[in-house]
């Protein structure tokens, strides 16, 4: 195993000592919580229950029956800041999905709000282990009260997801993989840069990675050849009908928005929330659809009613997309995109200059009233990172999908890490829709990072299998491509 569990302290000394000043890469958090017990398997006399609520910080929301499993949606207290954390705390939502204590455990973060409901990433079925979910700091109700919205950082949020494993490993103490798709993948990313002793693989699926903020080419390229001529033509078509019919589009918005309470504080006006959700049009019928569902869309837009070009921009851009209403949510990740992350700007030649505003930046999307200034160095260290250090990393794309025209790449320095591609797969991509050799070679190594690959496999990668059977309810593979209220988002 590559990790070490260090220091064990409780939550009432967390909070009374200074925490390291530094963010160097590895370096631990200021605080380091344990599980009371340090066992891996669970004791006829002892509750699983009573062990992880024995844990300093932890506790109990409510448990969920699920057959085969024990469902606990938790809280965790955090601090704000992990270099001082004596300057307060915040409650942090967590789930866990509870097998068995002797079996390996996957840590799941979507990069966004945690569900509730029980639910396996692919990963975790491949295993057939435990999993721990951790809602991102600041999305609510994880948000610390008042909100210093300079403690959302990556290197914060990945101290939040290292002090939850240092807390959980007494308890589930065989190996841990890291996994999340999109936002989560890049999570998984960060968590595993920052901390790489802590888990024992990472799985990231379908992760942006946009290392130099103001060169976005790479995403003209990728919209230029994506698909069909054919599927092109009938989405700038419409996207370009949009915009020439704004008029009499803006006032049917306006009574939509009338009808469902929508304001535009945030982004300034109607008319900007109108382009706003126009510009995502095709990026987001490439992120959520197939290329089969371009039937689905007018094929002569100028010749189609205003009607069916609502209809079609609605339905795969979402016009409540940039109200204050539907920003909110999603106010933590434009601020990191806006301060970190970086955002992708497209040219959309297609549109002449029907465009009032472009690509509008993550700036546009952030109440005013909370400051935000652009770190260019994060990504870039990260990208670097990943290139010279990766170990037992994984990344799935998905061939349509645009994300994926800025993704991490592999340099000489990695060891038992790959990139693979899900030929036409869109933001959905997963193992499951790689051709077979990569999809056994992709399983055969998630199991061996785990600890739990049959000696079958050991000697023969093309004999992988998950080890557990798909449950439609815990499986839903679409689940972290559910549409957000908006859709430039990972």
């Known amino acids: ?58 506790s109990l929301i409510e448990e969920k029956p699920y057959p085969g499993y024990r469902f606990f949606v938790l809280n965790y207290t955090q601090p704000i800041d992990h270099r001082h954390p004596s300057k307060g705390t915040f409650q942090q939502r967590v789930t866990l999905l509870h097998k068995d204590t002797n079996r390996p455990t996957v840590f799941f973060t979507s990069g966004y709000n945690v569900s509730t409901n029980p ?3 692919e990963p975790t079925q491949i295993i057939d282990g435990n999993q721990v979910s951790l809602e991102y700091r600041f ?17 914060q949020a990945a101290s939040d997801q290292h002090r939850v494993f240092t807390a959980l490993k007494g308890i589930y103490s065989r190996n841990w993989l890291t996994t999340g798709g999109s936002k989560g993948g890049m999570t998984a990313t960060y968590f595993e840069r920052f901390y790489p002793k802590d888990m024992d693989g990472v799985v990231a699926y379908v992760a942006p990675n946009d290392v130099v903020n103001d060169e976005d080419s790479a995403y003209d390229r990728f919209f230029a050849r994506v698909g069909t001529e054919e599927c092109r033509d009938r989405l700038n078509g419409v ?7 704004r008029e009499p589009l803006e006032k049917k918005y306006k009574a939509y928005a009338a009808e469902n309470g929508l304001t535009f504080n945030t982004v300034g006006s109607l008319d900007k929330a109108y382009e706003a959700v126009v510009m995502d049009y095709v ?21 189609a009613t205003d009607e069916a070009i609502w209809d079609s921009i609605d339905g795969i851009s979402g016009f409540s997309a940039y109200a204050d209403q539907g920003l909110e949510q999603y106010t933590p990740y434009y601020y990191q995109a806006g301060t970190q992350l970086g955002s992708p700007d497209i040219t959309q030649p297609w549109l002449g200059g029907l465009s009032r505003y472009g690509y509008q930046p993550p700036r546009a999307f952030v109440p005013r009233s909370i400051p935000m200034k652009f770190a260019p160095s994060a990504m870039r260290d990260v990208d670097s990172w990943v ?8 990344y799935v794309y998905g061939e349509n999908d645009p994300w994926g025209a800025e ?18 797969g869109n933001h959905g991509s997963k193992v499951a829709g790689l051709v077979a050799d990569e999809k056994a ?16 496999v050991e000697a023969d990668p093309a004999k992988a299998r998950p080890l557990a059977r798909f449950d439609a309810k815990l499986d839903k593979r679409d689940a972290e491509l559910e549409r957000k209220a908006g859709t430039l988002r990972p």
């Not at 609510?140 to 290197?155: C, E, F, G, V, Y």
């Open 1 to 58: 195993m590559r990790k070490a569990l260090t220091g064990v302290l409780s939550l009432a000394v967390l909070i009374g000592t200074a925490g390291a000043t530094g963010a160097s890469a590895g370096a631990a958090t200021a605080a380091e919580p344990a599980a009371k017990q340090s066992s891996g398997s669970t004791s006829s006399s002892e509750d699983v229950k009573d062990r992880i609520l024995a844990i300093p910080g932890m």
């Open 119 to 121: 639910s396996r990433s």
């Open 139 to 155: 999305f609510t109700p994880s948000r610390p009260a008042p909100a210093d919205w300079s403690k959302l950082d990556i290197w």
């Open 239 to 245: 996207q370009r009908e949009a915009l020439v019919r």
């Open 283 to 303: 990026w987001a019928f490439w992120q959520y659809s197939l290329l089969s569902d371009c039937e689905s869309v007018p094929a002569d837009a100028p010749q």
């Open 387 to 394: 290139r010279n250090n990766a170990r037992h990393m994984m």
């Open 407 to 424: 993704r991490f790449r592999l340099g000489r320095g990695a060891r038992d890490s790959y990139v693979y591609t899900v030929p036409g």
């Open 441 to 456: 070679r992709a399983t055969a190594a998630i199991l061996r990072w785990a600890g739990v690959a049959p000696a079958a």
